[in-house]
């Protein structure tokens, strides 16, 4: 046991260690062994009980900027309208709207309909992301969950290390040509049944100070303590 350990505890190291895994594995990127000490997604969620089903891939061969916007798009979505959503993309029936990676991307009046005004129709990232969505829905299907209840919780892309090769240029030059792969996981979860507000007093309190800052409602709070 290290220092860091002893100066821990082994409740304390207990703790983190189940806070992080460790993967290792051997990429064309890394010639060499490398110790992964990190999660993949939403900590809250991976942990969560309530999570149905979860679909993930690794180091997918398709454009990190191209599979957020459609993360982003599908995200809230049901899973029966995904489908329907991303098989319109393919056709070109409808599109992706981009938002936050949209340098040099062009515009579109189908964007329009997102509030949106350029977008693109990224079928290599649909393409992956249909199969995860298959995949989960094949994981919420083994749980005898009815897909039809199913949305789309959260989907996280993240980027996988770059892929180098070169292209050689005029004059004897080599520059860069990378390839930015990305890491995506998709998390389903049913639908939330609505559940009517109850009335109680503190809710009753709460809406005497709609309309106020933080001050004020601070002060009335303190006025009302020294009344009671």
């Known amino acids: 046991m290290d220092m860091t350990a002893q100066a821990l505890g082994s409740s304390d190291v207990a703790d983190t260690a189940s806070k992080f895994w460790q993967l290792e594995f051997s990429h064309p990127a890394f010639p060499y062994r490398t110790i992964l000490a990190h999660?993949?997604?939403?900590?809250?969620?991976k942990t969560s009980r309530w999570v149905p089903?979860?679909?993930?891939?690794?180091?997918l061969r398709t454009h990190f900027k191209n599979m957020r916007e459609v993360a982003a798009a599908l995200t809230g979505l049901k899973l029966t309208k995904a489908y329907t959503y991303l098989a319109d993309v393919k056709d070109h029936k409808q599109i992706i709207p981009f938002r936050r990676f949209a340098g040099?991307?062009?515009?579109a009046s189908q964007a329009k309909q997102f509030k949106a005004t350029q977008g693109r129709w990224p079928e290599k990232s649909v393409k992956f992301v249909l199969r995860l969505l298959k995949n989960a829905e094949s994981n919420a299907d083994a749980k005898n969950l009815d897909v039809e209840d199913l949305i789309i919780k959260?989907?996280?892309?993240?980027?996988?290390p770059k892929t180098r090769r070169r292209t050689y240029r005029a004059h004897g030059r080599i520059?860069?040509?990378?390839?930015?792969?990305?890491h995506v996981e998709i998390i389903l979860s049913a639908t939330d049944s609505e559940v009517e507000r109850a009335k109680d007093k503190d809710v009753v309190a709460a809406s005497s100070f709609d309309g106020l800052n933080r001050r004020q409602v601070?002060?009335?709070r303190i006025e009302a303590a020294r009344t009671a």
């Open 39 to 45: 999660r993949i997604g939403n900590d809250k969620l």
């Open 104 to 107: 040099g991307v062009g515009r």
């Open 53 to 59: 089903s979860r679909a993930r891939g690794e180091y």
């Open 218 to 220: 601070a002060r009335r």
């Open 154 to 160: 959260n989907i996280v892309v993240q980027q996988a």
């Open 175 to 182: 520059n860069p040509y990378q390839g930015h792969p990305c």
